[in-house]
C-alpha cells in the first residue's frame, strides 16, 4: 500500500513462506537483556536499511525463519514463542527515537497495546501525513482476519503494525492455544497483496490442530460466496441444506454446484519444527554454517577489525558474534532454517546454549553503532567490514568438512562464561570448578 492508499497489484499467494511449531512459554525478559535487545535491534535495523532499503526490512520480519533467527541473535529464548513479543518491544522502544530518521514505525504489541494501534496510527497520520484511514482499515482487517476469518483453535493476543514513510507495512500477529501450550505466529506483507480474503498471508507459523476453518484462503472463495448466498435467500433454504446434509451424511455434498470451480492444488511449504526441549542440541544446528562463520572470524578479524576497524578491546570472541550477526543483516532466506544457529552468538537468557555473554553483546552493539554511525555519515568502510565478514562466511562453507562438535563447542562456552559476563535469569554465570 502506498502512501495515497493505493495496493500494488501482484499474486498474494507466492508470498506465503512457511509453518512453524511455537512452544508456549511463560516468564519475562529481565531489563539487562532488554535495553540489549533494543540497542541491537536499532544497529541491525540500522544497517538493513542503509544497505536495502525499508521494504527489505519488511520482507524480512514477515519471513517467519528470519524473525525467529533475529529473536535468536539478540539472546532470547531460540524456539519459545516469546520470541515474537519480545522483538516486538525491542525493535518498538529501539526504533521510538530515530523512528522519523529511519522512516520506520512500530505500533501495537500484546495485550492492551494491540488495542492501541488505530489511535497510534492516527497520530503517526498527523506527524507525517500518512493515510492513517487506510492503515487503520488494514490492521483492522489483519485482525479480523486472523481472529475470526480463520479458525484455528488460537486466539490472538498481540498485534504489532510496522509501517513505513512510504506507507508500506507488515503485520506480525500471534495467537495461543493454552490447552495445547502451544502459539501461532502470523505474518502478513502489504506488498503484492490484492485482497485481504484471497490467501493473503506472507506466513503462519504453529503447529496444526487438526481441521482449520480458514475463509480468507483463495481456495474458499465458494465458501464464502456461498455463506453470502445463504444469507440473501432467507432461512428457508438454510433449513432445508441442513436437512438434507443430515440425510446424506456425506462430506463431501456440494452445497451449491453452480459455485464449483476447479482450484491448483497448493504447493507444499517449507514447516520449521521448533520442538520442546530447552537445550540447544546439535541436530538443531547446521554445523556446517556454523564453522564457516567462526572460520571467517578467525580468518577475517585480525585483517578487518584490528586495522580497519581499530575497536580497542575486540577480540576473537566479539568477532564471532559479529559474524552471526552479519548473516541476519545480509543473509538469504533459505540461510535462516536452523535459527538455533544464531544463539551461539549470545546465549539465552535460560543459560541455552549458554549464559548470556554480557562484555561480548556490548562489544558487538559498539562496534555496529560504529559502522553504523560512519556509514551516516558517507564513510561505509566499517559497515562493508562486517558485510565481508559475511561474505567470507559465505566462501568458506563451500569447503567447510569439519570442526569443533557441537557439544565442545557450547562446553568452551560455558567455561568461559563467568569470563565474558555470562548472565542468565538465575543469575550471573560463576566460575568452573578446579579438576
Known sequence: MHADGTTVHNDAVTRRTGSADLPLHSGHVPSWLSTRMAALGRVMTE?????????????????????????????????????TTSVVAALQRGLAPIRHELGIYVCGGKGLRARETP?????????????????????????????AAVQDGFDLYLHAFIATSTGRWCVVQQGMNEHRRDARRYHWLSEHLDSFLDSPHAAIDGRHQGVIVNLADARAARNRAASLELVRDGPDRAVAILRRLRQS??????????????????????????????????????????????????????????????????????????????????GAPSRFS??????MAHGGKDAHPFPVPLKVYDQTIRVLKQAVTSASLGNDDKLAAITRLDAQARWLERAADGGPDFDTLTAEEHSR???????????????????
Open 47 to 83: 544497517a538493513i536499511v542503509h544497505h536495502y532499503g525499508r521494504d527489505e526490512l519488511l520482507r524480512r520480519l514477515s519471513h517467519p525463519f528470519w524473525f525467529q533467527s533475529l529473536g535468536a541473535v539478540m539472546g532470547m529464548d531460540w524456539h519459545s514463542s516469546g520470541i
Open 119 to 147: 489511535s497510534q496510527l492516527a497520530r503517526l497520520g498527523d506527524e507525517t501525513g500518512l493515510d492513517a484511514t487506510a492503515l487503520t482499515r488494514a490492521s483492522r482487517l489483519v485482525a479480523k482476519v486472523d481472529g
Open 249 to 330: 451424511s456425506s462430506p463431501a455434498l456440494s452445497l451449491f454446484p453452480q459455485l464449483d470451480r476447479q482450484l491448483a492444488p497448493e504447493q507444499p511449504l517449507p514447516c520449521l519444527q521448533m520442538p520442546a526441549h530447552h537445550e540447544v542440541r546439535a541436530s538443531d544446528v547446521v554445523l556446517r554454517r556454523l564453522h564457516a562463520a567462526l572460520a571467517a572470524a578467525a580468518e577475517r578479524g585480525p585483517a578487518d577489525f584490528s586495522e580497519l576497524l581499530l575497536t580497542p578491546g575486540i577480540g576473537a570472541r566479539t568477532v564471532a558474534s559479529l559474524a552471526l550477526v552479519a548473516e541476519v543483516i545480509h
Open 338 to 343: 536452523d535459527p538455533a544457529r544464531f544463539s
Open 417 to 435: 562464561s563467568a569470563q565474558f559476563g555470562g548472565r542468565t535469569v538465575f543469575g550471573p554465570a560463576r566460575e568452573p570448578a578446579p579438576e
